[in-house]
């Protein structure tokens, strides 16, 4: 039986808790306010969901104050659904207007605010996105000094790190339905297909089971392994003995799923059948690693002790996992030295990668959410074995 899809959107008292929350945070960091301009961000604030982020032609600010309410500084063109939202003071201008694109107009709602510190928070740290010309960024901060920019990272980290049960159900259900979608692909692949329609037929099985869209559909294949986990798909035909790699960031109502599987076309050698024995062992050791106060650190070297007593000859991704949420990958990684410390929450990929000869990689990844006394694996775990397309 189908999994019920959970509600879309969420209610007011969710937006008001996310604001209240981020009120505390920039006391903590001693910031007056935030402006966000990225479409997640805008979102996460406010719920203004639209298509129209494709355009790059119209600058969207949201202003959360640590002191009163939410401030949209927003083109007319999207005034009647901001108006939809919870955001009741919205401010508007005729955009595009190039010469003065909602600087003035920015300028003034934050030159209004009350202060305490002198100091608004931005998207100017690592895996941000200021979603403006910089010129005019520079521009407002000389309008509204003494007032200055400062970053705000700290507090958005913080803020979009740790979900709530509502957005975890969100991501739940995308990853539950991705999971069953890569169980029914085998029976829809076959050798001497491309790769391209390979990750066809995945991107029609996803949206079929109720994906909004599937923006990274990823799919890769060599002889008994990849060589690289980020190109194609492309017109190259899988041929007997490739090992397939597909890799998908699938969405439901704004979060992301992202994870992948192997299927072997025709009967893997044995290197290719230990690598994935070893990559799934190294995902488990992830897993039971993962609960609150153990460190992103810790996750690593969990995997890391699995992969090199199995000989890897390394792992040129950077990284073992990371953030998930409102975007494919989120703060923070799974990496030596990084040392964020996992809360109840927290939503991350478990993705060890090996390469076990040269030129040939093997990857596995599942995603989870950490949990008071540990953590929920939210994809449908993969078998050990490869599954085998003949």
């Given at each position: 039986?189908?999994?019920?899809?959970?509600?879309?959107?969420?209610?007011?008292?969710?937006?008001?808790?996310?604001?209240?929350?981020?009120?505390?945070?920039?006391?903590?960091?001693e910031?007056?306010?935030?402006?966000?301009?990225?479409?997640?961000?805008?979102?996460?604030?406010?719920?203004?969901?639209?298509?129209?982020?494709?355009?790059?032609?119209?600058?969207?600010?949201?202003?959360?104050?640590?002191?009163?309410?939410?401030?949209?500084?927003?083109?007319?063109?999207?005034?009647?659904?901001?108006?939809?939202?919870?955001?009741?003071?919205?401010?508007?201008?005729?955009?595009?207007?190039?010469?003065?694109?909602?600087?003035?107009?920015?300028?003034?709602?934050?030159?209004?605010?009350?202060?305490?510190?002198?100091?608004?928070?931005?998207?100017?740290?690592p895996?941000?996105?200021?979603?403006?010309?910089?010129?005019?960024?520079?521009?407002?901060?000389e309008?509204?000094?003494?007032?200055?920019?400062?970053?705000?990272?700290?507090?958005?980290?913080?803020?979009?790190?740790?979900?709530?049960?509502?957005?975890?159900?969100?991501?739940?259900?995308?990853?539950?339905?991705?999971?069953?979608?890569?169980?029914?692909?085998?029976?829809?692949?076959?050798?001497?297909m491309?790769?391209?329609?390979?990750?066809r037929?995945?991107?029609?099985?996803?949206?079929?089971?109720?994906?909004?869209?599937?923006?990274?559909?990823?799919?890769v294949?060599?002889?008994?392994?990849?060589d690289?986990?980020?190109?194609?798909?492309?017109?190259?035909?899988?041929?007997?003995?490739?090992?397939?790699?597909?890799?998908?960031?699938?969405?439901?109502?704004?979060?992301?799923?992202?994870?992948?599987?192997?299927?072997?076309?025709?009967?893997?050698?044995?290197?290719?059948?230990?690598?994935?024995?070893?990559?799934?062992?190294?995902?488990?050791?992830?897993?039971?690693?993962?609960?609150?106060g153990?460190?992103t650190?810790?996750?690593?070297?969990?995997?890391?002790?699995?992969?090199?007593?199995?000989?890897?000859?390394?792992?040129?991704?950077?990284?073992?996992?990371?953030?998930?949420?409102?975007?494919?990958?989120?703060?923070?990684?799974?990496?030596?030295?990084?040392?964020?410390?996992?809360?109840?929450?927290?939503?991350?990929?478990?993705?060890?990668?090996?390469?076990?000869?040269?030129?040939?990689?093997?990857?596995?990844?599942?995603?989870?959410?950490?949990?008071?006394?540990?953590?929920?694996l939210?994809?449908?775990?993969?078998?050990?074995?490869?599954?085998?397309?003949?």
């Open positions: 039986m189908a999994q019920a899809a959970p509600a879309r959107g969420f209610p007011r008292t969710e937006y008001e808790a996310r604001a209240e929350r981020a009120r505390g945070l920039m006391t903590a960091h910031l007056d306010g935030l402006l966000v301009t990225s479409e997640q961000h805008v979102r996460y604030f406010t719920g203004f969901d639209s298509q129209f982020w494709a355009s790059p032609t119209r600058p969207w600010f949201v202003i959360v104050a640590r002191e009163g309410s939410l401030i949209a500084v927003i083109p007319e063109i999207g005034g009647p659904v901001m108006a939809k939202t919870w955001v009741d003071d919205i401010r508007t201008w005729p955009a595009p207007v190039p010469e003065d694109d909602g600087v003035t107009l920015l300028a003034d709602a934050l030159s209004s605010l009350p202060r305490r510190f002198g100091r608004i928070g931005a998207e100017m740290g895996e941000m996105v200021l979603r403006m010309p910089a010129a005019d960024f520079l521009r407002i901060g309008v509204i000094a003494p007032l200055a920019f400062a970053d705000g990272t700290p507090v958005l980290r913080a803020m979009r790190s740790v979900k709530s049960p509502a957005e975890i159900d969100k991501i739940r259900h995308v990853c539950r339905f991705t999971s069953e979608a890569f169980l029914a692909l085998p029976a829809k692949l076959h050798i001497g491309t790769e391209w329609q390979a990750c037929d995945m991107r029609i099985e996803v949206l079929r089971r109720g994906a909004d869209s599937s923006p990274y559909m990823m799919g294949a060599g002889p008994g392994g990849y690289n986990i980020i190109m194609g798909p492309t017109q190259k035909i899988i041929e007997a003995g490739d090992i397939l790699i597909i890799d998908t960031g699938t969405t439901f109502d704004g979060y992301y799923c992202d994870f992948d599987r192997n299927f072997a076309f025709g009967a893997p050698d044995d290197a290719a059948k230990r690598a994935h024995e070893v990559v799934w062992n190294a995902t488990k050791a992830g897993i039971d690693a993962a609960r609150p153990a460190t650190t810790d996750l690593w070297r969990a995997m890391a002790a699995v992969l090199e007593e199995a000989g890897s000859l390394g792992n040129n991704v950077g990284r073992m996992g990371h953030g998930l949420g409102m975007q494919l990958t989120e703060w923070p990684s799974n990496r030596p030295g990084d040392d964020t410390k996992l809360l109840p929450g927290m939503v991350l990929t478990i993705e060890p990668g090996m390469e076990f000869a040269p030129g040939r990689m093997m990857v596995h990844e599942e995603n989870i959410a950490i949990t008071p006394d540990g953590c929920e939210l994809t449908l775990r993969a078998a050990p074995d490869m599954p085998v397309v003949e």
